[in-house]
């Protein structure tokens, strides 16, 4: 036999072999045509494929326990919050007023919920933004070494204490001046605008490159190829990197002791009035160290109410994350 380079090498049955196609009857993969060698053994489970199926197996076993004891530890901390502040949670906790002298039994939290509301909402309008705008310079118009540096103070500025920006914020607008819930909104966003940017950053950059490339190729300014395709496919991911960052806030006490800890009994809304706003870290606080024999119960249910808000918050972020990835 000959093609175009020549004859082709005569192919010789080994002694003993059949003439007729043999089925491989381990894999079904039909018929083997004489004289051509059989891959078949090399799909037959080895040593070294049932040590990986072993090993792949136990690190599954081992995420899945790391998962299920995480999940426990947070059902341990809720349930100990909840069960230790069930005997003061009430409607009447929940809508009048505290005691007019400090370590009164009776009243209740409506001033330090509104409070908190207010000066979280406030801390994540001025965060919000300038977190994602940073993070969107970082991962799309950035140089290498400018990116390199602003993670690096994004990295240091997550790190510092949050007493240390409760004293600079205190400095800023506080001396000379007064207390203000504008003040430790300030100081909240500070607390969250790192954890805002650096978590958005990473869900910019899961975004597939093939979107940005396609938008290139179709002559679309890239202003509007971020405004219109990176941010809606992060959405969600931005959602749940301000989530986090609003529980990193609302839990804050120190800052709020030092700008926001004078205050009067009743409801107030007013960020840039001329005292501080109630809030529940700073009567947590105080509870705790009342001379109030209910004072505990009580500071453990205004932190169920915390609890309460930032799952609040989770929900209705992650409600308008799926409404808005419906409608797309």
């Known amino acids: 036999m000959t093609d175009a380079f020549g004859p082709l090498p005569a192919v010789t049955e080994p002694a003993g072999s059949a003439a007729q196609p043999m089925l491989d009857e381990q894999d079904n993969l039909g018929p083997v045509t004489p004289g051509l060698p059989d891959f078949s053994g090399s799909l037959t489970p080895s040593g070294n494929l049932r040590r990986r199926q072993l090993i792949s197996g136990f690190a599954g076993g081992v995420q899945t326990v790391a998962a299920v004891l995480a999940v426990a530890v947070l059902a341990i901390v809720v349930y100990s919050v909840v069960a230790r502040g069930a005997s003061v949670l009430s ?17 209740g939290i409506a001033p330090e919920i509104v409070g908190t509301v207010v000066i979280v909402a406030l801390a994540t309008a001025i965060a919000m933004p300038l977190g994602i705008l940073i993070a969107l310079y970082l991962t799309e118009f950035a140089g290498r070494w400018p990116a390199s540096a602003f993670k690096l103070a994004l990295d240091l500025l997550n790190g510092l204490p949050s007493i240390v920006i409760g004293l600079f914020v205190f400095g800023l607008l506080v001396v000379g001046q007064h207390q203000s819930g504008f003040a430790a909104s300030v100081a909240i966003a500070i607390i969250m605008l790192p954890l805002i940017a650096r978590a958005t950053q990473e869900v910019l950059l899961l975004v597939p490159a093939s979107l940005r490339e396609a938008a290139d190729a179709l002559g679309v300014a890239r202003w509007r190829t971020v405004r219109g395709v990176v941010l809606p496919t992060a959405r969600g991911g931005i959602l749940t990197a301000t989530v986090l960052a609003v529980a990193r806030g609302a839990g804050e006490t120190a800052p709020l002791i030092l700008l926001s800890s004078l205050f009067g009994n009743t409801v107030s809304v007013n960020p840039f009035g001329n005292e501080g706003l109630a809030n529940i870290p700073y ?19 205004a932190a169920s109410v915390l609890l309460a808000f930032i799952l609040v918050a989770s929900v209705v972020a992650r409600i308008a994350n799926s409404r808005s990835t419906l409608s797309r």
Do not use: K, M
């Open 283 to 301: 009567y947590i606080f105080t509870s705790s160290e009342s001379a109030e024999a209910n004072g505990f119960a009580r500071a453990w249910g």
């Open 91 to 107: 409607w009447h906790f929940l809508t009048q007023d505290p005691p007019l002298i400090a370590g009164e039994a009776g009243g």
